[in-house]
């Protein structure tokens, strides 16, 4: 029944039933006559200043009130701006650490007593694998190829020395991301 507040629904939170105070009802709604939107709305108009000047030539008082508005709290929306883009940015940022920067070396059993070894991530720290496994296949002698989207694989047991190569040839490499592996199973 209309009035009826049903029992089961918490109003606590809700917003108070009845006339706000400070506004006066019926609620009048301008249109502005630029961009078609109320004029609370002007302002996210990409052509504000044409919605200015309707006001200031349809409804001076209006007009007038509401600069004083905007004059005001000036300090504020500059703050809100440079929180938006202050947001977007730190979003990009993140993005970009997320791809976490690590390398992995691991040996990896080939026939009855050698073994290859495993690199992966030289890829996060935008190295060419492809120069990477050459540079590996002079510095040992031995066979290297990219095996992988982001692995590379050496002919040999070389896992101790690549630690020491891999810092030394490529410096932005910390030796602290450098993760030596178990020896797994191919
Ligand atoms: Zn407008």
Request: negative net charge; charged residues 35%; glycine residues 8%.
């Amino acid at each position: 029944m209309a009035g009826d507040v049903p029992s089961d629904v918490a109003v606590g939170n809700a917003l108070p039933v009845g006339p706000i105070k400070g506004h006066i009802y019926p609620l009048e709604v301008i249109y502005c006559g630029e961009c078609s939107m109320p004029l609370e709305y002007c302002e996210f108009y990409p052509n504000y200043e044409k919605c200015k000047e309707w006001l200031q030539k349809n409804l001076p008082d209006i007009f007038e009130q509401k600069m004083k508005l905007d004059a005001e709290p000036a300090q504020g929306d500059e703050e809100k701006k440079r929180q938006k883009r202050g947001g977007k940015g730190m979003m990009k940022a993140k993005k970009k650490s997320e791809k976490e920067k690590k390398i992995c070396l691991s040996r990896a059993p080939r026939g009855k007593k050698k073994f290859v070894t495993v690199i992966t991530g030289l890829k996060t720290f935008d190295i060419d694998l492809k120069d990477a496994a050459k540079f590996f296949s002079h510095k040992f002698s031995c066979g290297s190829s990219v095996t992988g989207d982001d692995e590379i694989v050496i002919q040999g047991d070389v896992k101790d020395e690549l630690f020491d190569i891999i810092t030394e040839h490529w410096p932005e490499i910390d030796e602290d991301v450098i993760d030596l592996l178990a020896d797994q199973s191919r």
